[in-house]
């Protein structure tokens, strides 16, 4: 028997769920026919979808139906206003499935649209998070209601609380238009870091730390250069990458992050690692990046001479959930020399890593891949993110008995432009001697004289 609920529901608000219960079906099968000879299983990309469709279908629908009561949409209107949603998925679901094809056209990516896919996405995103933060609220509220006797409420006050609610349509949407602007926000962001190991001669060391790139769509050769020309004023004195340089794979789609690399120069290089989106061609990547000043080194070991006193430099593959990290970690490290006075920096994309890596191996591990968070309340060196209340390390400084990891918020996000409140950064870390006795050492002598 059908329920009370359904029976108000409109016509178009449930052919809204048979939309999206399509949508979902379709992504699935496309899903499953471009898995083929990719390294990701199948199961894998299926159960992606579908945690990132029924959420999305939620909210959606969800919001259908309160626009119905807030805005009493008639027969007319309300077909309208789910077309004009539906054609928002399709767009939003077409730039999706392109995004990583070689298939290209500006019917989807020209500036009127281009921007239709991310803010539609994250804006049900934050209606899926209200929805599940509702529910302890209203508990609360019922609760708090039994405590006390009921008041009735006014016509004035009712009317207020429409008000509010047909406000309150628009705000995620507004906060996803403005994630937009916040994601091309580059900006340099200084990082002291003071170091049990490291030498008094080398104290005040500028790194630049740049992280997840991701290349290609709206990170786009005029945002690239300005991230080169940021880099270059920051007057580092070592440019060290941990990865995600990549995002789409059509042909030519990379070409703009090899004219930035070239631009960005210091004195002793630039070293990368790579991330879990660089592994489409590697090799190819590996000879592109060197051919821009980028030595990438896979699981592979180097010692830079600085003014006559040595550094190690380590990169660690990226190792896909599901192995033993561990195990996998400390074998790719044994086949370093051993560890020695020298200091030694390890570049390990994904900072979830931290916790296996053997004991001592590095005196600093630089990780990106979490784009500092990518949605929550940024303070000045610190901030409050979803995956950092998870418990996953996000941004920042973290320590482990002597070893100290840095994360950075990186330069790019993947596909959407959807950073909410976490501005990019290019990190730049003066390295500190916390050696009894500390003086100045060259590189800060030489750069105030």
């Known amino acids: 028997m059908e329920s009370k609920r359904a029976r108000d529901t409109p016509w178009w608000v449930r052919a809204s769920w048979i939309w999206l219960v399509g949508v979902t079906g379709g992504l ?13 299983p199948r199961g894998v990309i299926v159960a992606f979808i579908i945690v990132l469709m029924v959420p999305f279908a939620q909210a959606r629908v969800r919001l259908m139906r309160h626009l119905s009561g807030a805005f009493s949409l008639n027969d007319v209107a309300g077909p309208a206003v789910a077309g004009m949603a539906a054609l928002f998925d399709a767009i939003m679901v077409a730039q999706l499935v392109t995004a990583r094809t070689d298939y290209s056209n500006p019917l989807l990516t020209g500036e009127g649209v281009g921007w239709i896919g991310p803010v539609w996405f994250s804006s049900h995103a934050l209606i899926f998070l209200g929805l599940v933060l509702s529910g302890p609220i209203r508990r609360m509220r019922a609760w708090l209601g039994t405590r006390r006797p009921a008041e009735p409420v006014s016509i004035a006050r009712r009317d207020f609380l429409r008000g509010v609610s047909k406000v309150g349509v628009g705000l995620p949407f507004m906060v996803s238009l403005s994630g937009v602007e916040t994601s091309y926000d580059f900006r340099v962001e200084e990082h002291d870091i003071a170091l049990d ?8 060391m500028r790194v630049a730390h740049l992280s997840d790139i991701h290349v290609g769509g709206a990170m786009n050769l005029e945002k690239l250069k300005c991230v080169a020309e940021l880099t270059n004023g ?22 703009p992050l090899y004219e930035a690399l070239a631009m960005i120069h210091a004195p002793y290089g630039q070293w990368a690692c790579f991330g879990n989106h660089d592994y489409d061609d590697p090799r190819r990547l590996t000879r592109r990046l060197a051919g821009s000043g980028v030595e990438v080194l896979r699981d592979r070991l180097t010692t830079i001479e600085i003014e006559g006193e040595p550094i190690e430099v380590g990169g660690l593959e990226f190792a896909f959930y599901g192995a033993d990290r561990a195990q996998r970690y400390a074998t790719a490290l044994a086949r370093w020399r051993p560890r020695s006075s020298v200091p030694r920096i390890v570049l390990c994309h994904d900072p979830s890593a931290f916790a296996t890596l053997p004991q001592g191996c590095a005196d600093l591990v630089l990780s990106g891949h979490t784009h500092g968070g990518h949605v929550g309340i940024q303070f000045d060196h610190d901030a409050l993110t979803v995956v950092g209340m998870l418990g996953y390390p996000d941004q920042g400084i973290f320590e482990r008995a002597d070893m100290k990891l840095f994360v950075t918020r990186c330069v790019g996000f993947y596909g959407y432009p959807i950073r909410l409140g976490i501005p990019p950064e290019i990190a730049v870390l003066t390295l500190r001697s916390v050696a009894p006795g500390r003086q100045t050492g060259y590189l800060e002598s030489s750069r105030d004289s």
Not at 28 to 40: E, H, K, N, T
Not at 197 to 204: E, I, Q, V, Y
Not at 234 to 255: I, N, Q, S, W, Y
């Open 234 to 255: 920051a007057k580092a004195d070592l440019v060290l990458h941990t990865g995600d340089f990549l995002t789409h794979r059509m042909p030519g789609f990379d070409e």
């Open 197 to 204: 190991g490291w030498p008094r001669s080398l104290d005040g």
């Open 28 to 40: 699935i099968a496309a899903g499953l026919y471009a898995s083929q000879g990719f390294f990701r």
